[in-house]
Nanobody
Framework: QVQLVESGGGLVQAGGSLRLSCAAS????????MGWYRQAPGKQRELVAT???????NYLDSVKGRCTISRDNFKNTVSLQMNSLKAEDTAVYYC???????????????WGQGTQVTVSS
């Protein structure tokens, strides 16, 4: 069984910073990619940032220059450093990872439980 556990959300003032972390555990053979999505009230879930095992990154245009995604391939963790936060960044942030387990030859998407980020203006 695979689990993604997130941490690091909270309440911050506009202009502040937060760091989100996610750890994947279980019978994991390989993970690629890992990333973060977010969902604001009344809106669809959107991709914030992803990172491959080789370190290639992709960002939502509105967070470019303000957010940095990183991962530790040995620890199966991914982090999102968010700076210069804006009220519109308020959302539930979800960790996502495409994982192949030791008992399967296929890749499956896994999600964390979500962590709330609230930016007050």
């Amino acid at each position: 069984q695979v689990q993604l556990v997130e941490s690091g959300g909270g309440l911050v003032q506009a202009g502040g910073s937060l760091r989100l972390s996610c750890a994947a555990s279980g019978s994991i053979a390989s993970i690629n990619p890992m990333g973060w999505y977010r969902q604001a009230p009344g809106k669809q879930r959107e991709l914030v940032a992803t990172i491959t095992s080789g370190g290639d990154t992709n960002y939502l245009d509105s967070v470019k220059g303000r957010c940095t995604i990183s991962r530790d391939n040995f620890k199966n963790t991914v982090s999102l450093q968010m700076n210069s936060l804006k009220a519109e960044d308020t959302a539930v942030y979800y960790c996502n990872a495409h994982i192949r387990t030791f008992s399967s030859s296929t890749w499956e998407p896994y999600w964390g439980q979500g962590t709330q980020v609230t930016v007050s203006s």
